[in-house]
């Protein structure tokens, strides 16, 4: 769903869908599966988008290849095939409803009642109202028809509304108390918990140690930048804040560095030069270096890097 470098090399590309552009489900490290829907519905704003999400194309490749009819139609027919063959993810069925759920025989609306602007959105192509698109894979509905509130219990809310109230406080309508679990079960399910037999809650890496000539990397996050989506957006450009590396006061003393000099740090036989920021979060020994930053990509491939030299501020 990006141009990479990778797309640059390849002979055919496909319209891969983005996690916000189709349905699935996601792991967490805690084990606990849980679905993702789709937003919208691209085709119905743009009749020649052809995307598509990954699992769609690979099963229509591979019926092709074999010359079968495509039997994977419905996100639940990809979920319920992945369950069977891997049993360790046997339990992601039951990650939320299947397409077939209902409530009072309708489906569960996406928009809230007061979203009015269908038409609108279409306005440059015609002023005629088509019918919403149908989604076949889950049991939302993409409009604001459909069952909308809080008083049949579903583990399916799109959002939070009851008349009177404002958003924030209308999810205590849909719980069994203030802060408590979803009336009608909480999303997602568990995978795996503390008694499965997995080094993954055993196995404690070793206290940290600063190590001579060298800097641990500490991968930083950024609200706006560090995410590979949105760092492409122009709307998004102005609010990414500058490459920094990030040190402790006490590493950036034994560095003889100040706040707003330069590290140098030589990464795969370059060196790149990044203004230093004190942050007590750190441990001595450690650098911490901004992801989906063009200027570390290379680094943060790596585990350490060297220290070479730093330049004081003028």
């Known amino acids: ?68 009819d495509v039997r994977w139609t419905q996100l639940d027919d990809a979920t319920g095939a992945t369950a069977a063959h891997h049993p360790a ?8 409803p299947a397409a077939s759920f209902r409530i009072q025989g309708l489906k569960i609306a996406r928009e809230p009642r007061r979203y009015s602007g269908r038409t609108a959105m279409r306005a440059n192509i015609s002023v005629h109202e088509p019918r919403a698109s149908q989604d076949i894979d889950t049991a939302l509905a993409f409009s604001m028809e459909g069952y909308s509130g809080p008083n049949e219990n579903s583990r399916l809310v799109p959002f939070a ?14 719980q069994d108390e203030v802060g408590g679990h979803l009336r009608g079960g909480d999303e997602g399910t568990r995978l795996f918990s503390g008694t499965h037999d997995s080094a993954y ?20 996050h950024h609200l706006f930048g560090s995410d590979e ?15 920094f590396a990030g040190l ?26 990044l203004p230093v920021q004190f942050s007590a979060s750190l441990a001595d020994g450690a650098v911490s270096l901004p992801q989906g ?10 585990r350490w890097v060297a220290s070479i030299a730093g330049g004081h501020a003028e």
């Open 201 to 220: 809650f055993t196995d404690i890496p070793l206290a940290f140690s600063a190590v001579a000539g060298q800097l641990r990397i500490v991968v930083r």
């Open 229 to 243: 989506l949105s760092a492409r957006a122009a709307v998004v450009a102005p609010r990414i804040a500058e490459a």
């Open 161 to 174: 509304a009851a008349p009177g109230w404002n958003s924030p406080q209308a999810w205590s309508k849909f």
């Open 293 to 302: 930053y063009g200027v570390c990509a290379s680094a943060l491939q790596e």
């Open 248 to 273: 402790s006061p006490v590493t950036a003393a034994r560095l003889q560095l100040g706040a707003g000099d330069t590290l140098t740090l030589s990464i795969n036989g370059e060196a790149v030069s």
């Open 89 to 96: 993810l046997a339990a992601i069925v039951d990650a939320g």
């Open 1 to 68: 769903h990006q141009h990479t470098a990778t797309v640059a090399t390849a002979d055919w590309v496909l319209s891969a869908a983005s996690f916000v552009e189709g349905d699935g489900t996601v792991v967490s490290q805690e084990g606990r599966a849980q679905r993702f829907y789709q937003v919208f519905d691209p085709s119905y704003y743009d009749a020649e988008v052809l995307v598509r999400e990954s699992w769609r194309w690979l099963h229509a490749l591979r019926s092709t290849l074999i010359g079968q």
